[in-house]
Structure formats: C-alpha cells, structure tokens
C-alpha cells in the first residue's frame, strides 16, 4: 500500500507587505532584498486571522481539487511553529472547523520542515492501512514571532498555508521520505520562549517572542543539508539526477534554491519558485510552492518531484512523489 496526493490547495492572506514598505520601516533596499534572497514581497495575516485560519482555506481547496468531503477523512497533521494555541493542537482545532469527528489529529512542529514531517507521518499511517484518506497542512502565522524591528530577520518571512490530501493506492504516490535533524544547531536559528521556559522580558525589556538567526551560518549549513539530503534520495531510490522533472524546494531564499538546483544539474525552468511571492513560509512554502506548480500545469500526473526543506533545530528533509 502507498499514498498519493489526490488534491493540493494554498492560501495566502490578502495583506501584502512590499520590500518597498519595509524601506519605510528600517534601513534596507527592495534591491538588497531581491538581490540576497530573491523576495518581493509577503503576505500578513489580518488581525485574528489566525494559523488555522488559514489552514483551512487551504484544506477547503486541497480537498475540492481531490473531490474529498471532510466525512471521508480519517488522519489529520498539521504542520506549524505558530499554532494559535497550546493546546487543542491545530489538527483538532481544523477537524472541529471542518466538522470531522473522532479520528487522530495532530499538530507537529519541525520549523520550515513541518510540512515534510507531516507529509511524511501521514505517509506511514496510508501504508501502515491506518489511514486511506489524509488531510497534510502546513501553515503559519510567523508574522507574529518576526522583530520587525530587526532587518536581518523582517525581511525574510511571511504569512501563508497549503495543503494536500493523501489517498491510499496500490502504486507510489510517495515514493520516499527522508527526515533528518541536529539539536546541535539548535542556537543558530531559534524563538526562545514557551510556557515552559516562560516568556520573561529579556535584558532590553523587551519580551523575546522573535524569530532569533544567525543567517550566514544558517545558509551554509542549509546549502550543504538540502545538497546531502537530495543525494541520499537520489541513492536511495536507485536514481539518477536525471529522472527528476521538478524541484520543489522550500522557498527560503532564491540562492540556497539555486546552490540546490546547481547540485541536481537541474535549470531553474524546471524548479518551482514562488518565494518572490511570499518569502519564507516556514511550514506553509513547500506546500504552497506544490499548488502554484499544479495549478499554473507545470507539474502534470505522473511528473517525478523532489520535495526539500530545511529549518529551526537544525531539521531538514526530503520526499521523493510520483504525481
Ligand atoms: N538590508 C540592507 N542591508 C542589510 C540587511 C537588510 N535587510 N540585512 C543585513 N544587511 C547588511 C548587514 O548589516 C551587513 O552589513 P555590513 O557588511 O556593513 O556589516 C551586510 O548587509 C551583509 O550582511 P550578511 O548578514 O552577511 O548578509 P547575507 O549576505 O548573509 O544575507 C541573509 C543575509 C539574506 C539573511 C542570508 O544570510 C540568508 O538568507 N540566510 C539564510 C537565512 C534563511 O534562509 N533562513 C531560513 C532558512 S531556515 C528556515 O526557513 C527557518
């Protein structure tokens, strides 16, 4: 038994924020911004307009395009870093939305990876026979957790959600998923508070709920993770770099995508870019980036893609689909 995505679905929210309107906010330039990292602009969630919000307009979507009802589902994971509460996690609270009943919902939390690990966890359940019909979100608010204050982080992040829902079938679907992570790294790329830790105003007074990075160091180690995780794949698989008609990478920064694309001897012509669109989703963009490749019929059934993420932990990974 395997899985394959049987509808996909984005939503990004109406606010958008130019590098033009970040001028106005601190010392930068729309030409610097697109020059290091390839953003135009992000979307911002309104105010209330929460993570589940907009994970489920992008379920609505997903599950329209595969001809679903919420009564068919039986799994839901949900990926974010900034679910709209503690607990009930954002699973629960979009299965409630969505009017479904008693069967597991979760959340997960793997930073800009999210959407991979639950790609990959709902994977399992399908071919375990735990599942037939998986409801896969990612989606984020990081707006909420931005210094937009701070030009080295405001620049980079935006708002948004996608999803797909999985089917059980006799033929991959998801061929393979590759997870990885390295809390060793866990202080180059952090938001340092919790219900746990508390959320104490730090030595400036300021409460600390901001996206914390070190971005030169994020970035290389980012380029080296995505070029080994994309090899292990390949490897795995039996398979020559050739056989791969798209990429789908997490939409983080135009030239980690590139140093990727460059590794997979793959032209940008078959990668799918909408990072100049809404920046560094976390847990939304890899998803988001799948449904404007489907939706614009770049991507067509039966296409060889190659999904890649890398975030906060350090955790990274991969998934290699027959769509
Ligand atoms: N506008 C103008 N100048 C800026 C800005 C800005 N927004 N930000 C930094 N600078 C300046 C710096 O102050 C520095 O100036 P100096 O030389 O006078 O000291 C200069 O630009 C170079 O700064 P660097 O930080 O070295 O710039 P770099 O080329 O590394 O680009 C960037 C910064 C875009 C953040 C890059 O490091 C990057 O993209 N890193 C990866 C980050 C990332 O993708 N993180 C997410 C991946 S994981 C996840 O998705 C959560």
Redesign the pocket.
Known sequence: MYSRIAGTGSYLPEKVLTNHD?EKM????DE??RE??GIGQRHIAAEGQTTVDLGLEAARRAMAAAGVAPEDLDLIVFGTTTPDQVFPNCGTLLQERLGGHSFPAMGVEA??SGFIYALSIADKFVRLGDAKCALVVGAETLSRIVDWTD???????GDGAGAVVLKATEEPGIISTHLRSDGAYKDL?YCPVGPSKGFAPDASGRTPMF?H?A??E??KI?VKSLGSIVDETLAANGLDKSAIDWLVP?Q??I??IQATAKKLDIPLERVILTVHEHG?T?AA?VPLALDAGVRSGQIKRGDLLLLE????G?TWGSALIRY
């Open positions: 970040l601190f010392d930068t330039s610097w911004i290091r990292t930073a800009c030009r080295g982080t405001a620049i980079l992040f790329l996206i990075m971005g030169n994020v970035f980012a997490h983080a920064n030239r980690i560094n976390s963009s993420a890398f975030g906060g350090f």
